[in-house]
Structure formats: C-alpha cells, structure tokens
C-alpha cells in the first residue's frame, strides 16, 4: 500500500501481533504523539471529521464536519429525551407518560433517569454510526460494540448486556427478525428500535414492533445533515411510527420546496430542503458542487422528494432522480416498494424506472422473494393492481437472490437499471 499510495506515511494494527510495525493500541498512549502534532486549542468550528457519503447515485462525496456540528444532533437527542431523564412531574410529561405507558406497559417507566444501554449495527466509518457513539458518550449511556454483524451474535447481546436501545439499518433488523428460533432470544430491555440509514419499508417497521415488542424509531438523516434530520417519537401511533419519519429534530428547520425552490403548502410532493447548524462545512476538494447545493440563505437542498402534512410529519418518497415519468404521470418508487414489500411472500422491492420510446420510461421491479417461496409474476402482478394506479403497475418484473447494495444497505439502482437490458421483461419482450 504504501508504495502505491503518495503520502501513505502511516499503517497501524489492530488486534493483532505485528512485526516492526506499530499497534493501534500505541496510537491510544496519549504520552506519545509520534508523527501526529497535538493541537492544544480546538475551536467547536474547526475541521473534526470527513465522512463519504454512500454514492448511491454517483461517485461518494467527502463531507467535512466541525466539532460542533457533530454535537447539534446529540443535543437535538437530549431534548427528545427529556421526558424521560427524570421523575419531576410536569402536566405535560404526565400526559406523555400516560399515553405512552398504556401501548407498551411498565418496562419504560423501569428507564426513566436511568442510563440507557446502545447496541449499535451502524459502522463506524458512516454518520449514523459516528452520532450512535456520540449519543451514548455524551449523554452518559453504556454504549456495546460488536466487531462486526451477526444476527444472532447481536440478539444474544442484547440479552446478555441487558440492551435498551437498538439502531440499525434496515437491512440488519430483517436479518434479526427472520431467525428461525427468535423467540428463545430475550429482548424484553429494549424499549427503542432505531432505524435509519436507509428507507424502511412501512411493512418491516411492523414487524419490528411485533418481534421486539418496543417502539420503533425511524430516522431520516443524511451524511450531509451530520445525522437526524427528523425522527418519530414515542408517544407517535403505530401508524405514524411505521409510515413516516416523523417531524423535524430539534433546532432543525424543514420545508418542501418546488424545482424553483419555493415553498409548496402542506401535502404537496416536493424536494426536502433543510436547515441547521449541524450542516456540513462542505465538500472536500469539489467547493463548485457545495454550491449547487445550498443557497445564500443556509438552506441544503437533499434531492429527497418528501410530504409534509398539516401536522409536520414527514413521508420520504423517493429521490428526486428516481422519479420514473410514464405517459407524462409523476410516478414515485417508494409507493410501488412498499406495496410491493407487503405482499405475502417477498422479502425486498426495489423499483426503477427505464428508458421507452413510446411513453418516455417503464417502471421496472426488482424482487427478492423470502426463502423457499415461490411466486408467480401473475399474481404479484395482480396483487399491484389492487393497489396500486394503473400507470404505476410495474410492466417488468425481474426475480433477484439479492440486489447491488452499498455499505449502509440501500439498493445501488445506477448497477440495478444496467441489468435490466440483459434481462426478459414481464410481458417477454
């Protein structure tokens, strides 16, 4: 590496014996500092971190982050939590206890002002999983690290550490929840599912809460937003906690916006645009990008096409770029996903629009069916039609064992949209 690499000066190892070479464990003796200059001041708006983003539709990003834009989103958390940090009684927390003490009984008044316990799934090397770490360090929690995921390695640590809030991406809770023998598992500290870091469908947060029997967290964020940009809560109803992503953090400021970046009333799809002080500083290397992104205002323009209603709840549906155009009809592939997820038998959808002379583009799905069963496109077909417009029907349909993913576990559909000319369509074109 180091001869292919300009400027790769330094190499460290970890967990294991090494030879004329140094351990990441010499790196934590703080009485040296060999090779590393140590600044003595540190401004909360200095250079902390660069972070990639995902790159799931083009090349990843370096987004630099400041100490206190890192730290935003961990004060956002403490204020979610107040309600539970301590037993004063106020009218309003007795209002908030009671609601939520009815749906999910005397285990949530067994935590409040106590430390919690995190069992994170997020790497560390993502934002989701740095603001995890954050999260529990700062606010005083016990925070369990696993070298790498498992299922079942994650279920018995929750048993054993006695964990009470769990976070993952989506990919891993499906991964927990479909263990053949979950029930000899015990989960009964958890009182928080968080899940974040890609879209959950409506489908698995409802089996979420039925397997862990806790309340489900879904959080919105990007790499850019150093973490939350929304997140449901607690005393939220079942269906808002599966079917949303809750309303704006604190000290987060959200509006959907049209394609000339006005402000669109309530209930109207458009581009999320947002605004804090836990923003990135910008772009490492590539300043002409940052911005196109934001504007003089302060405000970050995601390429997320979002719904909010009258109440501030969010509904993401999809990226602005997956927009699919049939016969002049706005068609958004989060809705066929999620139909699609709740049909009895498929794992994953994945929807993706392609290229047709005749009506501009065809929506394509993609499908991952749970093992052992069998499906006929028929009647996953027929399924669609029950629910779904007529124009959003998908006209192919193609059966995958899995899909192209990137470290977080959303679909890379740029890699699924190249498969599809080398496929069979639904109709056999």
Request: hydrophobic share 40%; proline share 5%.
């Amino acid at each position: 590496m180091r001869g292919t690499l300009p400027g790769f000066d330094h190499l460290y190892f970890v967990g294991q014996e090494t030879t004329n070479q140094a351990s990441f464990e010499s790196l934590l003796d703080t009485s040296t500092h060999d090779g590393f200059p140590v600044k003595e001041r540190i401004h909360p708006n200095d250079l902390l971190i660069v972070l990639y983003t995902s790159g799931t539709t083009g090349k990843p990003k370096g987004v630099m982050h400041s100490h206190r834009g890192l730290v935003k989103p961990v004060v956002a958390s403490i204020r979610l939590r107040e309600m539970w940090m301590d037993f004063f009684p106020t009218l309003r927390k007795l209002r908030r206890w009671v609601k939520v003490l009815v749906r999910y009984g005397i285990r949530l008044l067994n935590t409040v002002g106590r430390q919690q316990v995190f069992l994170s799934t997020m790497s560390m090397h993502l934002i989701s999983g740095v603001e995890s770490m954050l999260q529990a360090l700062l606010m005083g929690d016990r925070l369990v690290m696993v070298p790498r995921f498992h299922p079942r390695r994650y279920l018995e640590m929750i048993s054993k550490e006695r964990v009470s809030v769990l976070i993952g991406m989506p990919l891993a809770f499906r991964a927990m929840i479909s263990i053949s023998d979950f029930k000899r598992y015990r989960t009964s500290s958890l009182i928080i599912c968080g899940v974040g870091s890609a879209p959950c469908p409506p489908e698995l947060a409802r089996q979420i809460r039925k397997k862990f029997r806790c309340a489900v967290h879904i959080g919105f964020g990007l790499t850019e937003t150093g973490g939350g940009i929304s997140s449901t809560e607690l005393e939220d109803s079942v269906e808002v906690q599966a079917e949303t992503v809750g309303q704006p953090m604190p000290g987060m400021e959200v509006r959907i916006v049209d394609q000339a970046r006005q402000p669109l009333p309530a209930g109207s799809v458009g581009e999320l645009a947002c605004r804090s002080d836990s923003l990135m500083m910008g772009f490492f290397g590539d300043d002409d990008y940052h911005k196109t992104v934001t504007d003089d205002q302060g405000w970050f323009y995601t390429g997320d096409l979002a719904v909010m209603d009258e109440k501030g709840y969010l509904r993401i549906v999809g990226r602005a770029k997956d927009m699919i155009i049939r016969g002049g009809q706005n068609i958004y592939p989060a809705r066929i996903e999620n139909v699609l997820a709740e049909i009895d038998g498929v794992s994953e959808a994945a929807v993706v629009g392609i290229p047709d002379p005749m009506i501009g583009e065809q929506v394509c799905a993609f499908v991952i069916l749970k093992l052992g069963v069998q499906l006929d496109e028929g009647a996953l077909l027929e399924a669609c039609r029950a629910r779904l417009e007529v124009y959003e029907v998908p006209q192919r349909v193609i059966y995958l064992e899995d899909f192209p993913r990137s470290a977080t576990g959303k679909h890379l559909k740029n890699e699924l949209r190249e498969m599809v000319p080398k496929e069979k369509s639904a109709h056999g074109d």
